[in-house]
T-cell receptor, first 113, second 114 residues
């Protein structure tokens, strides 16, 4: 089935460690997105990419890094520079600008202890 | 992208219509209005979108005012499973990197009561 997959669903890390969250899509979508969601809050955009080997900072990019080496994949690294990394992370993809909707993964809940 | 304004919460009785408003007074002519919903701890799900005309699908109806400055999402017969956060966003259809930016607000928490 076509879709967008995030893994793992739950992730635990010790403070000070970098951690990479996976996002893969087989929808042949050009654009991909990473969001962070804190309890009771909306989605805040971290990074987005409209094409392979290109990406832009969103509204809260500090402490995060991404890469887009393949169209299907858009991994997010939460670095030790991120002050409050514990959150629910959502990845999305979109087929393009013209009249298309975004598809979301089921999210990764990251807990840093 | 134009900003949107939604009420933080709404209640609806089961079986009744739920009407969720959204203001987007700075929307430009080439921006579509999209609605998504998010059930607790899941990824958001697309509901419907439109440009000028009213739209209807199996999930909901979208009513866009003539001046396009506001819209209403209608769930005709709300069920308990419709309890979720509903997001209204606008998105440009022009080419250009910044127009791919997809920004969500805090949405409206709709609670459907038995």
């Amino acid at each position: 089935d076509g879709g967008i997959t995030q893994s793992p669903k739950y992730l635990f890390r010790k403070e000070g460690q970098n951690v990479t969250l996976s996002c893969e899509q087989n929808l042949n979508h050009d654009a991909m997105y990473w969001y962070r969601q804190d309890p009771g809050q909306g989605l805040r955009l971290i990074y987005y990419s409209q094409i392979v080997n290109d990406f832009q900072k969103g509204d809260i990019a500090e402490g995060y890094s991404v890469s887009r080496e393949k169209k299907e994949s858009f991994p997010l690294t939460v670095t030790s520079a991120q002050k409050n990394p514990t959150a629910f992370y959502l990845c999305a993809s979109k087929g393009g600008l013209t009249n298309t909707e975004a598809f979301f993964g089921q999210g990764t809940r990251l807990t840093v202890v | 992208d134009a900003k949107t304004t939604q009420p933080p919460s709404m209640d609806c009785a089961e079986g009744r219509a739920a009407n969720l408003p959204c203001n987007h007074s700075t929307i430009s002519g080439n921006e579509y209005v999209y609605w998504y919903r998010q059930i607790h701890s899941q990824g958001p799900q697309y509901i419907i979108h439109g440009l000028k005309n009213n739209e209807t699908n199996e999930m909901a109806s979208l009513i866009i005012t003539e001046d396009r400055k506001s819209s209403t999402l209608i769930l005709p017969h709300a069920t308990l499973r419709d309890t979720a956060v509903y997001y209204c966003i606008v998105n440009s259809q022009n080419s250009g990197g910044s127009n791919y930016k997809l920004t969500f607000g805090k949405g409206t928490l709709l609670t459907v009561n038995p």
